[in-house]
């Protein structure tokens, strides 16, 4: 399972991502992920990035490519891998395709989550999440026991720097122009299976693993 998550901010990548790389045993690789635990760490990757994710814009390409080129030829990612938040732009597609040749891999699929504007919006700006464990909570949808207390590990939860209602409009804007001309992309490769984001988590993740078993078989 070579998978690709495409969608807008907020559509549910991470979650799916998450429950997927349970189900397949393969890692769940999040670039945004990874810049925020080197910004957490303090590293000059981090410290770069943070200059691009607070404004809500896109870290430059070649600094996201080597990191998931560097990523994907990690032990653990030899049988597969679900990618979240990458490729992000025309650019980045069609590198990520070179990448996978020289690598000698190829997607199995795309996973193209769809999520209404106002959802999205709503979505993103009531998320909370733990800094210590990820998990991620909403203050109305899927708020946790103790307000502002993380259910799995007692830690204080946190927004999102780029959750703001300010940065979000900007994300969503930048994924208008640079992210979903890849949805055309993947579909002329024959590779996107669409799902309904707005469907509850785990109607979501059945439809997402019956697509997938049907293009296997
Ligand atoms: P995410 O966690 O996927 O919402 O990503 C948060 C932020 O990280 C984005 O708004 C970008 O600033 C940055 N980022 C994540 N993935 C990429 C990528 N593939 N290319 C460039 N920037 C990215």
């Known amino acids: 399972m070579e998978l690709v998550l495409l969608g807008p901010p907020g559509s549910g990548k991470g979650t799916q991502a998450k429950l997927l790389a349970e189900r397949f045993l393969i890692p769940h690789i999040s670039t945004g992920e990874i810049f925020r635990k080197n910004l957490g760490e303090g590293t000059e990757l981090g410290l770069m990035a943070r200059r691009y994710m607070d404004q809500g ?12 080129r560097q990523r994907l030829t990690e032990s653990d990612a030899q049988n597969g891998f679900i990618l979240d938040g990458f490729p992000r732009n ?10 996978l040749t020289e690598l000698g891999r190829s997607l199995t ?3 193209y989550l769809v999520v209404g504007r106002k959802t999205l919006i709503d979505r993103l700006t009531g998320r909370r999440v733990c800094p210590q464990c990820g998990a991620v909570y909403h203050l109305i949808l899927d708020p946790p026991k103790r307000p502002g207390v993380c259910d ?3 830690s204080a939860l946190e927004q999102r720097r780029d959750d703001t209602e300010e940065t979000v409009i900007k994300r969503l804007e930048v994924y ?4 979903a001309p ?16 707005e469907a509850p988590v785990e109607v979501v993740t059945r439809d997402i693993v019956q697509g997938l078993e049907g293009a296997r078989d």
Request: charged fraction near 25%; charge should be negative.
């Open 57 to 68: 814009v896109l870290v430059p390409d070649d600094v996201t490519e080597a990191m998931v």
């Open 90 to 99: 025309l650019a980045q597609g069609e590198h990520f395709e070179s990448m």
């Open 109 to 111: 699929a795309v996973i």
């Open 152 to 154: 799995v590990c007692g």
């Open 176 to 179: 208008d122009q640079e992210t």
């Open 182 to 197: 890849l949805v055309a992309f993947y579909r002329r490769r024959g590779l996107v299976q669409e799902f309904d984001g």
